[in-house]
């Protein structure tokens, strides 16, 4: 994941931004399962170690639906940024069922829409760049979680994110 040496030499007690691919491994069995609880066992280290104050998270299928679930389970405080009205829409049942309980958390989970509907794909992607904008203006970190083959998505992320992400940028390969 990250070595110790990089780790320590970041801020501790810094609102964190979290961006991960849509393809994270799914499954009760064999490879997929190993990836999660080794995933999970250093992403609580992370936050832990860095002590991360606050996270800051556009919610997606694939990691950031595995992340508001360790989110919870460790009681670190989350914004869930909403790009657009509606955008929850597509999401499947399963990543829909993870965001209710993620929102249940009133004590420690907040949540903003900062866009308006939007009418086509050009829309949703200026939305979506809007909103990750939003949330990067506001972490001092950024870690982006990526596995052997990432998304178009997270190829963008890869590509854009060292120039627009002030302070930290962590890159993660969970895989």
């Known amino acids: 994941m990250l070595d110790f040496d990089q780790i320590k030499n970041i801020p501790k007690g810094q609102p964190m931004a979290i961006f991960g691919d849509t393809n994270f491994p799914v499954g009760r069995i064999g490879r997929p399962k190993k990836i999660r609880k080794e995933f999970a066992k250093r992403f609580k280290a992370l936050l832990r170690l860095l002590e991360t104050s606050h996270v800051w998270l556009i919610p997606n299928a694939g990691t950031n639906s595995?992340?508001?679930?360790?989110?919870r389970a460790i009681n670190v405080?989350?914004?869930?940024?909403?790009?657009?009205?509606?955008?929850?829409?597509?999401?499947?049942s399963s990543s829909k069922l993870q965001l209710y309980f993620a929102l249940k958390e009133r004590q420690k989970s907040h949540v903003l829409t900062i866009g308006e509907e939007v009418?086509?794909?050009l829309?949703?992607?200026?939305a979506i760049l809007d909103a990750e904008d939003f949330i990067l203006d506001?972490?001092?970190?950024?870690?982006?979680?990526?596995?052997k083959y990432?998304?178009?998505?997270?190829?963008?992320v890869m590509e854009?994110?060292?120039h627009k992400a002030g302070g930290t940028l962590l890159m993660v390969d969970y895989d």
């Open 123 to 126: 829309e949703e992607e200026q």
């Open 77 to 92: 405080p989350y914004t869930i940024v909403i790009p657009y009205h509606g955008y929850c829409d597509k999401m499947m």
């Open 150 to 156: 990432p998304t178009p998505y997270m190829k963008r």
């Open 138 to 147: 506001r972490a001092p970190i950024t870690a982006c979680f990526y596995g």
């Open 119 to 121: 009418n086509n794909i």
């Open 66 to 71: 595995v992340v508001l679930t360790l989110l």
């Open 160 to 162: 854009d994110f060292p």
